[in-house]
């Protein structure tokens, strides 16, 4: 009997998890990587890894037949990594990093978060069984995890997916260079720089105000006006982002998940009326707008599932 490790690192939070391969969640638990950086976060998922390692054997008596590592960034096929909110992350050596401590008995797999919450969705979740999908993951930035044909895209250096750099305005401005256009506009840094930008206008202040998007949510459940110009515009956004992955891919379904997809599954309907004003019109009556059926779960179970490279693939066939 084999289990497999899924490990879920974010840019505070480490999550891991023991998964059945028949895709149960046995066992979950998290350590904090609140300003760790560098090697300080490879050795938090080293002692993640081991705890867990440790805690199959005692408590299912089964031998980890892999683990997989769920990146909030880019997860190269090298085994180098990069993460934009972890300091000391430019292209780290982590798979070689980890082997050399753990020995090459237990096999590693890193993908990008992206794809990891994708096939989470793939196995056991709101996609299981679709060939032609995508998860959208709008937290503090957005990506999207793209399987055509039942195998992820990657592109030629593994960048594929990274759609907050997708161009939904014509007027370029400053803030695009660092996080792109859609991101700029409705991820969770977004909405929060969008309802700071509006406040200073309001006010006719030199500064924005402060806000995260908790609060752009919470204010427009009080139908606060400034909140909800933030929010239609973010539909917008989320709307034309949607349409053009729907022209082009022609997928089955698009999940959505993330931080913002809690309070923001409200706005899927809204969404997908906004998507068919800018769709190929065939494929966006063809396509399903549907919210994450895992939530902060579909990453440690897409980590799992890239874990077992025996698997007989039903989907992802690369």
Same mark, same amino acid.
């Given at each position: 009997?084999?289990?497999?490790?899924?490990?879920?690192?974010?840019?505070?939070?480490?999550?891991? +998890?023991?998964?059945?391969?028949?895709?149960?969640?046995?066992?979950?638990?998290?350590?904090?990587?609140?300003?760790?950086?560098?090697?300080?976060?490879?050795?938090?998922?080293?002692?993640?890894?081991?705890?867990?390692?440790?805690?199959?054997?005692?408590?299912?008596?089964?031998?980890?037949?892999?683990?997989?590592?769920?990146?909030?960034?880019?997860?190269?096929?090298?085994?180098?990594?990069?993460?934009?909110?972890?300091?000391?992350?430019?292209?780290?050596?982590?798979?070689?990093?980890?082997?050399?401590?753990?020995?090459?008995?237990?096999?590693?797999?890193?993908?990008?978060?992206?794809?990891?919450?994708?096939?989470?969705?793939?196995?056991?979740?709101?996609?299981?069984?679709?060939?032609?999908?995508?998860?959208?993951?709008?937290?503090?930035?957005?990506?999207?995890?793209?399987?055509?044909?039942?195998?992820?895209?990657?592109?030629?250096?593994?960048?594929?997916? +990274?759609?907050?750099?997708?161009?939904?305005?014509?007027?370029?401005?400053?803030?695009? =260079?660092?996080?792109?256009?859609?991101?700029?506009?409705?991820?969770?840094?977004?909405?929060?720089?969008?309802?700071?930008?509006?406040?200073?206008? =309001?006010?006719?202040?030199?500064?924005?105000?402060?806000?995260?998007?908790?609060?752009?949510?919470?204010?427009?459940?009080?139908?606060?006006?400034?909140?909800?110009?933030?929010?239609?515009?973010?539909?917008?956004?989320?709307?034309? +982002?949607?349409?053009?992955?729907?022209?082009?891919?022609?997928?089955? =379904?698009?999940?959505?998940?993330?931080?913002?997809?809690?309070?923001?599954?409200?706005?899927?309907?809204?969404?997908?009326?906004?998507?068919?004003?800018?769709?190929?019109?065939?494929?966006?009556?063809?396509?399903?707008?549907?919210?994450?059926?895992?939530?902060?779960?579909?990453?440690?179970?897409?980590?799992?599932?890239?874990?077992?490279?025996?698997?007989?693939?039903?989907?992802?066939?690369?």
């Amino acid at each position: 009997m084999h289990s497999f490790i899924g490990i879920d690192l974010g840019g505070t939070k480490l999550a891991g +998890a023991i998964v059945s391969d028949q895709g149960k969640l046995d066992y979950k638990t998290k350590l904090s990587v609140q300003g760790d950086e560098g090697a300080q976060v490879a050795d938090k998922i080293y002692e993640l890894i081991q705890l867990l390692i440790d805690k199959s054997f005692t408590d299912h008596h089964s031998r980890v037949g892999g683990i997989g590592i769920s990146i909030p960034g880019i997860a190269y096929r090298s085994g180098e990594v990069w993460a934009p909110n972890i300091n000391g992350w430019e292209k780290f050596p982590l798979k070689t990093y980890l082997t050399d401590r753990m020995g090459s008995n237990t096999p590693i797999e890193i993908e990008s978060d992206r794809s990891c919450h994708l096939m989470g969705e793939i196995w056991q979740g709101a996609a299981k069984g679709n060939r032609n999908a995508i998860f959208l993951a709008v937290g503090t930035g957005i990506g999207a995890g793209i399987l055509v044909e039942g195998q992820i895209l990657r592109g030629q250096n593994d960048i594929a997916g +990274a759609v907050g750099w997708m161009a939904l305005n014509p007027d370029y401005l400053p803030i695009y =260079k660092e996080r792109g256009c859609f991101e700029s506009h409705a991820s969770g840094f977004g909405l929060a720089y969008q309802a700071g930008e509006k406040y200073k206008l =309001k006010k006719g202040s030199s500064n924005p105000e402060p806000f995260t998007a908790k609060e752009v949510f919470t204010s427009w459940a009080s139908r606060d006006p400034l909140a909800i110009q933030v929010l239609e515009e973010a539909i917008q956004y989320w709307g034309m +982002a949607c349409a053009n992955l729907v022209s082009i891919f022609n997928p089955e =379904k698009i999940i959505f998940g993330g931080g913002v997809f809690g309070p923001g599954r409200h706005f899927i309907d809204n969404i997908y009326e906004e998507a068919k004003k800018w769709a190929q019109p065939i494929s966006i009556q063809q396509v399903q707008f549907l919210n994450s059926q895992l939530g902060d779960e579909a990453g440690l179970i897409g980590a799992a599932y890239f874990a077992d490279k025996n698997r007989k693939p039903e989907n992802e066939t690369d």
